[in-house]
T-cell receptor, first 113, second 109 residues
Framework: NAGVTQTPKFRILKIGQSMTLQCTQD?????MYWYRQDPGMGLKLIYY???????DKGEVPNGYNVSRSTTEDFPLRLELAAPSQTSVYFC????????????FGQGTRLTVV | DAKTTQPPSMDCAEGRAANLPCNHS???????VYWYRQIHSQGPQYIIH???NNETNEMASLIITEDRKSSTLILPHATLRDTAVYYC??????????FGKGTMLLVSP
């Protein structure tokens, strides 16, 4: 049982480049989330999705886009990378929105130079 | 979400019980208390949750006060591998999960 899988684990981007962080879950969870975590800080919600075709903004959505075409996948897109987007990104999923156990991926460490 | 307050750091000797406190004085009647932990550089891991009654699982015990304004997570026999940041969260139903800075627990030999 893979749970939540994120790729890549590490990435270095140049300012202005774009990339997609991949997230997939095999638990048939309806809800999926993207967080970022800056050094020494808690997790901040970027975007979330309550099901295929439905997404909504979290606390810090600027500079990011998401899509949810399938239940399994929830990619996060950075269009014009900026140094402020240097962070560790975590994807998570829950079965429902009535808060149940959240499963997290192992993270993507992104550096923008 | 109900605001939660946790000490920024705690120490514990290996083999002893680690008692991590959390204040959530504004919690409403239908909000659960959840505990997660994050071991260095890894994704957060669910530990336990509860509403009113005390809860226990293979990882920890959760003690919630009768007025529900505070709770304590207990790791009965802490090991070095329990060194992590522990997050106490009280989300509203059908809301997203919000993480604060948590408590950094350092377990020492």
């Amino acid at each position: 049982n893979a749970g939540v899988t994120q790729t890549p684990k590490f990435r270095i981007l140049k300012i202005g480049q774009s990339m997609t962080l991949q997230c997939t879950q095999d638990m048939n969870h309806n809800y999926m989330y993207w967080y970022r975590q800056d050094p020494g800080m808690g997790l901040k919600l970027i975007y979330y999705s309550v099901g295929a075709g439905i997404t909504d903004k979290g606390e810090v959505p600027n500079g990011y886009n998401v899509s949810r075409s399938t239940t399994e996948d929830f990619p996060l897109r950075l269009e014009l990378a900026a140094p402020s987007q240097t962070s560790v990104y975590f994807c998570a999923s829950t079965r429902t929105g009535q808060y149940t156990e959240a499963f997290f991926g192992q993270g993507t460490r992104l550096t923008v130079v | 979400d109900a605001k939660t307050t946790q000490p920024p750091s705690m120490d514990c000797a290996e083999g002893r019980a680690a008692n991590l406190p959390c204040n959530h004085s504004t919690i409403s009647g239908n909000e659960y208390v959840y505990w997660y932990r994050q071991i260095h550089s890894q994704g957060p891991q669910y530990i336990i949750h509860g509403l009113k009654n005390n809860e226990t699982n293979e990882m920890a015990s959760l003690i919630i006060t009768e007025d529900r304004k505070s709770s304590t997570l207990i790791l009965p026999h802490a090991t070095l591998r329990d060194t992590a940041v522990y997050y106490c969260i009280a989300p509203e139903a059908y809301s997203t999960l919000t993480f604060g800075k948590g408590t950094m627990l350092l377990v020492s030999p």
